[in-house]
């Protein structure tokens, strides 16, 4: 098991940056895949991107590539997704997964809010 708590959310203006963190509550260097999601008022969840236990970045959303990007920090047990150029559509609720072996776990989501 693992249990997920995202951080980092906030309002932003368009153009702007945000760090969002996902904080595990054991090692994460173990874990085969972890997950950004997000999911917007009135829309379904979509994947934002994914990033391996090699630390591979795949599965990247097109309406986010070469603005966001993954990154984990295995010391501090904790993964990071960094929004840069954030525009209006990137308002949404975020969250991420883990994925042990078949077994999905979930934080409880942040909101972003990109606004002027």
């Known amino acids: 098991q693992v249990q997920l708590v995202e951080s980092g959310g906030g309002l932003v203006q368009p153009g702007g940056s945000l760090r969002l963190s996902c904080a595990a509550s054991?090692?994460?260097?173990?874990?085969?895949?972890m997950n950004w999601y997000r999911q917007a008022p009135g829309k379904e969840r979509e994947l934002v991107g994914t990033?391996?236990?090699?630390?591979?970045?795949?599965n990247v959303a097109d309406s986010v590539k070469g603005r966001f990007t993954i990154f984990r920090d295995n010391a501090k047990n904790t993964m990071y997704l960094q929004m840069n150029s954030l525009k209006p559509e990137d308002t949404a609720v975020y969250y991420c997964?883990?994925?042990?072996?078949?077994?999905?776990?979930w934080g409880q989501g942040t909101q972003v809010t990109v606004s002027s």
């Open positions: 054991r090692r994460i260097s173990s874990i085969n895949a």
């Open positions: 990033i391996t236990s090699g630390n591979w970045i795949v």
């Open positions: 997964n883990a994925d042990l072996g078949g077994f999905v776990y």
